[in-house]
T-cell receptor, first 111, second 114 residues
Framework: AQSVSQHNHHVILSEAASLELGCNYS??????LFWYVQYPGQHLQLLLKYFSGDPLVKGIKGFEAEFIKSKFSFNLRKPSVQWSDTAEYFC?????????FGQGTRLTINP | EAGVTQFPSHSVIEKGQTVTLRCDPI?????LYWYRRVMGKEIKFLLH????????ESGMPNNRFLAERTGGTYSTLKVQPAELEDSGVYFC????????????FGNGTRLTVT
């Protein structure tokens, strides 16, 4: 069965700090990978996705993620966070036309 | 374009009562999904409609949950009778029929069963 593990439950950073959120997945076939974000009071939005090709994918708002097949990982990064990045972040893998999500990582950015 | 709309945004009911959640997908989206997040846990798949047909309902917890999508437009998810463990946030999402089209999520319905 597919599963997704996000290493950090809650991350607290100061503005301008660098960010890396870990995500590991378990799935036997070809994977499509996603990061979603939910800002306070808003709906889940797609940050970025990986289907194939360049394993380093760039998303909105300066986020990027790297797919490392040998490590079954798809970590999310941002070189310099802003207060507006405060949100909950979800890693997901798609298989059989449905998404399997990780537990989510709550990110708090202190000004 | 209008996004995915869910109603109500919050619902508080007593154990044993019935609740019906509604989702209006983006117009023209054939795929409609229901997901649920129980507090502190991951978002879990419930079921997937393609137009009015249930493509996959493997995530439905038990027969107290009934989802419909009459006419392939909006969908309802009914819980009858509700139990305490049904509390959580129910998300609806939709996408176009072609492959690799992105999922658009609604704001979710927060259900509290007391």
């Amino acid at each position: 069965a597919q599963s997704v593990s996000q290493h950090n439950h809650h991350v607290i950073l100061s503005e301008a700090a660098s960010l890396e959120l870990g995500c590991n997945y378990s799935y036997g076939g070809t994977v499509n990978l996603f990061w979603y974000v939910q800002y306070p009071g808003q709906h889940l939005q797609l940050l970025l996705k990986y289907f194939s090709g360049d394993p380093l994918v760039k998303g909105i708002k300066g986020f990027e993620a790297e797919f490392i097949k040998s490590k079954f990982s798809f970590n999310l990064r941002k070189p310099s966070v802003q207060w507006s990045d405060t949100a909950e972040y979800f890693c997901a893998v798609e298989g059989a036309q449905k998404l399997v999500f990780g537990q989510g990582t709550r990110l708090t950015i202190n000004p | 374009e209008a996004g995915v709309t869910q109603f109500p945004s919050h619902s508080v009911i007593e154990k044993g009562q019935t609740v019906t959640l509604r989702c209006d997908p983006i117009s023209g989206h054939d795929n409609l999904y229901w997901y649920r997040r129980v507090m502190g846990k991951e978002i879990k798949f419930l079921l997937h409609f393609v137009k009015e047909s249930k493509q996959d309902e493997s995530g439905m917890p038990n027969n107290r949950f009934l989802a419909e999508r009459t006419g392939g437009t909006y969908s309802t998810l009914k819980v009858q009778p509700a139990e305490l463990e049904d509390s959580g946030v129910y998300f609806c999402a939709s996408s176009q029929g072609n492959g690799n089209s992105p999922l658009h999520f609604g704001n979710g319905t927060r259900l509290t069963v007391t």
